[in-house]
């Protein structure tokens, strides 16, 4: 179970509930409420976690005075959301961190090999599809930055045409002028002169189906520059210790080599909806939610403001739910129909939190059967908009 506490950060106050990072998590909540916020203090202590069972660093390195503000918080741009009184706590497979007083507490819980690829999408990356040349932007943000790599990264993958989960549309790859173009049945157009809603969309998928894919084929290519480079620098110490046997030496390089391979993927993603028709905010959903069945381990975090995101989470995970009960193939068939079978999501790891932007506060949403319950604000807000229009019609009324 990983969980995370927050109290007096940003626009958060004090809370005293526990926030669980299931297989999917979702935060709901108007613009100041905190999900970023929360978004980013959880990738922050994924990574730290990961970093410690690699072996990068020590606790105590973590534990430095103003480290956890000045050189992790920094990485977000959230550092300056720290106040006096802030505490926040984080419980990991391994690890759990307790910041308080200004001070960070390191306490190793048990031994795990929880190695992730974690990677925050964030709500900017349709800047990297505008501007075609990246020496154009000057990114300021370190989480941009690593996006944007990635992204670079994901397009050189590509071998031909990739197939996009909207519209029928794919993405293809020119190499020698380094330009990745959109095409349909009558078009191709470069990246930078489409609709922003692809220009949102196709950043964010193709660098998690890249990430992912990668991790299900336990590429090499997972691994930075810089932890390539530790990698080549750690197997070569061990093949020049004349103290090893060959038998010494292959244990201890397989050993190495499972610290670098990383296991799963936690995919953090900031309104997928973004620009998107409610038809194409389906068919992201449903991809996203296939890349994280990919492996066990996976895990998906979402930001929204999207109502149609709840009610998509609740189709899939009735569809979960009568898996076990369809039996005959053409029942299968149909079932794969509405909601496809690698795309269904387990109630029993969807969490959503609700934030509220006046009192500071975060809830988890009760639901039904393992649904998100319609009652959140969401959905109220679809409500008020229906009641608004039959007080206009009552007043039509009045008038005649």
Request: proline share 2%.
């Amino acid at each position: 179970m990983v969980r995370i506490r927050v109290r007096n950060f940003g626009p958060i106050k004090d809370n005293n509930e526990w926030i669980e990072i299931g297989k999917v998590t979702l935060l709901i909540g108007s613009q100041g409420a905190g999900k970023s916020s929360i978004a980013k203090l959880m990738s922050t202590f994924l990574w730290m976690e990961k970093s410690l069972n690699r072996g990068d660093h020590s606790m105590k390195y973590f534990e430095r005075k103003s480290r956890f503000k000045n050189h992790f918080l920094t990485y977000h741009r959230i550092e300056n959301y720290l106040k006096d009184n802030t505490e926040i706590e984080y419980e990991g497979d391994s690890y759990s961190f307790h910041y308080k007083d200004k001070n960070l507490q390191v306490t190793q819980r048990r031994n795990a090999d929880s190695l992730p690829q974690i990677m925050y999408v964030p709500a900017e990356r349709n800047f990297l599809t505008y501007i075609e040349s990246f020496k154009e932007l000057k990114v300021v943000s370190a989480a941009l930055r690593e996006f944007r790599d990635e992204y670079k990264n994901a397009q050189k993958t590509i071998k031909g045409t990739f197939k996009l989960p909207v519209a029928g549309a794919v993405l293809e790859y020119d190499r020698q002028n380094d330009i990745l173009h959109l095409k349909g049945d009558d078009y191709k157009l470069r990246i930078s002169e489409t609709a922003s809603g692809y220009q949102s969309l196709v950043p964010l998928y193709l660098v998690s189906w890249n990430l992912a894919q990668s991790i299900k084929n336990n590429s090499e290519l997972m691994m930075t520059e810089e932890e390539r480079e530790r990698f080549r620098k750690m197997i070569q110490d061990i093949v020049n210790n004349k103290n090893f046997t060959e038998q010494q030496q292959r244990d201890a390089i397989s050993s190495l080599s499972g610290k670098f391979t990383k296991n799963a993927f936690v995919n953090i993603v900031e309104e997928p909806e973004q620009n998107l028709f409610p038809k194409s905010q389906w068919e992201m959903l449903l991809a996203l939610s296939a890349i994280n069945n990919m492996c066990g381990g996976n895990r998906l975090v979402m930001t929204t403001h999207s109502p149609y995101v709840i009610s998509y989470l609740t189709l899939m995970v009735k569809a979960h739910s009568l898996l076990d009960n369809v039996k005959r193939k053409e029942l299968d068939e149909q079932l794969n129909n509405v909601v496809p079978v690698d795309a269904v999501v387990d109630g029993a790891g969807l969490f959503v939190y609700e934030l509220d932007e006046a009192e500071g506060t975060y809830n988890l949403l009760e639901g039904y059967k393992g649904m998100p319950s319609d009652d959140n604000y969401l959905n109220n807000s679809l409500a008020d908009g229906n009641e608004m229009f039959a007080k206009l019609l009552e007043l039509e009324a009045s008038c005649r």
